[in-house]
């Protein structure tokens, strides 16, 4: 049986959460509760919306922070809509339904993956740098974002996780989708989430009065306050 924790007065409920740092606040505190069940606790925050929920929780934990470079795949006309996503080790998941479903081409589905890959690389030298991942095999891993609607970059997160040799892998979300969110539920140990909702259709945004993008410059910003830089390649 899947293990997720929740706030069951949250259930169903927007707006809930101020902006992704209060949201990560919250989470905290229902991570918190049990965090002795994690031996060596690692946090990997999933950028770009999973890192200021990340750094609550650093900051509220104490644990150690790094990046797992993810990102959705999307039609060129809809960024928001993710039919694919793509990890820093070059792993690669479609939603074939998806793609049929919207018409795509074998050629429009070709260029999204490059623009992914594209984005993938640029986010890898700018926020990591020469800096590696560290042994996943000696911690307890815990993938953070900021929501998950179809759940698609989470799912490619905990592929890439499971094959760099995590044993122990929990799920940290503010907010998803039940439907992606019991999916993934059955492929780690522990989901914590505190909002979840059956609306369809679902928008991650939605659990938020504050909600806006993130370019690299305020990733870096919010991972100095975590004390993580990223290393030059030629120190």
């Known amino acids: 049986m899947p293990r997720v924790i929740d706030l069951p007065n949250l259930r169903n409920r927007r707006r809930v959460f101020r902006d992704r740092y209060h949201a990560g606040q919250v989470l905290a505190e229902l991570i918190a509760m049990e965090a002795d069940r994690w031996p060596r ?76 890959r594209e984005k993938v690389a640029r986010r890898l030298q700018v926020l990591r740098g020469a800096r590696p991942l560290p042994d996943l095999s000696q911690h307890s891993v815990f993938l953070v974002d900021d929501g998950l609607a179809t759940g698609a ?16 892998l929990a799920l940290a979300v503010p907010t998803a989708h039940q439907t992606a969110l019991w999916h993934l539920a059955r492929q780690v140990e522990t989901v914590y989430c505190p909002n979840i909702r059956e609306e369809t259709p679902y928008a991650v945004a939605e659990a938020y009065q504050t909600w806006t993008d993130l370019d690299d410059q305020a990733l870096l910003d919010w991972l100095a306050r975590a004390g993580r830089v990223a290393s030059s390649p030629n120190p």
């Open 153 to 168: 970059t989470m799912q490619v997160a905990i592929r890439v996780a499971r094959n760099a040799g995590a044993g122990r």
């Open 41 to 116: 606790p690692l946090l990997l925050a999933i950028p770009a919306g999973g890192v200021p929920v990340a750094v609550a929780l650093h900051e509220r934990l104490g644990w150690p922070l790094e990046l797992a470079v993810v990102s959705k795949i999307t039609p060129s006309w809809n960024p928001e809509m993710g039919y694919g996503a793509l990890a820093w080790d070059g792993t690669l998941m479609l939603n074939e339904a998806l793609v049929e479903h919207l018409g795509l081409s074998p050629a429009e589905v070709e260029a999204d993956i490059r623009r992914t």
